[in-house]
């Protein structure tokens, strides 16, 4: 079967750096998304990784190895506003989006 | 990014009547558009894939005389929620984009209450 493993839920002090990681098993690979999704919103876009290595976005980041099925979403100088729900989806090989079950972040002052 | 337009952010309805959701792609045009359904504190659940112009390909488990879906144009796919019941009470959201290779760029969701 296709699985998405995520940790439920970090905690992180604001103003550090937290890493949320994600392990995939699905049937092929076309992409690896990650969503950011306040509670009662729908998720907004991240980044997209397709080739393994770093993309890095202002505070954000994402890292994939295709080879460990693995990713993972740093986020730099955490902001109160970066609570939220972290979702990590793979495109398998018919486009199909698997979602995992999401990483609740909480910033503490 | 695109925008994706969803409406409407939320409705409440009595259990058996029935509720249509709208998902607009604005300033694109979405060839394939997904719906979702998320219940608090779980992570979205596909319900179904349309494509612009053909039916509606359902994910197992999901009613398709229930949950009537319609791709009548590149820009619109509407959801309707036919004899709704309380447990319908759910978070939807509709996701579109252009092509298979690309991200999806979700609607607002729309928060369903059925009382």
Known sequence: GQNIDQPTEMTATEGAIVQINCTYQTSGFNGLFWYQQHAGEAPTFLSYNVLDGLEEKGRFSSFLSRSKGYSYLLLKELQMKDSASYLCAVKDSNYQLIWGAGTKLIIKP | ?115
């Open chain 2, 1 to 115: 990014g695109a925008v994706v337009s969803q409406h409407p952010s939320w409705v409440i309805c009595k259990s058996g009547t029935s509720v249509k959701i709208e998902c607009r792609s604005l300033d694109f045009q979405a060839t394939t558009m997904f719906w979702y359904r998320q219940f608090p504190k779980q992570s979205l659940m596909l319900m179904a894939t349309s494509n612009e112009g053909s039916k509606a390909t359902y994910e197992q488990g999901v009613e398709k005389d229930k949950f009537l879906i319609n791709h009548a144009s590149l820009t619109l796919s509407t959801l309707t929620v036919t004899s709704a019941h309380p447990e319908d009470s759910s978070f939807y959201i509709c996701s579109a984009k252009w092509r298979s290779d690309t991200e999806a760029f979700f609607g607002q969701g729309t928060r369903l209450t059925v009382v």
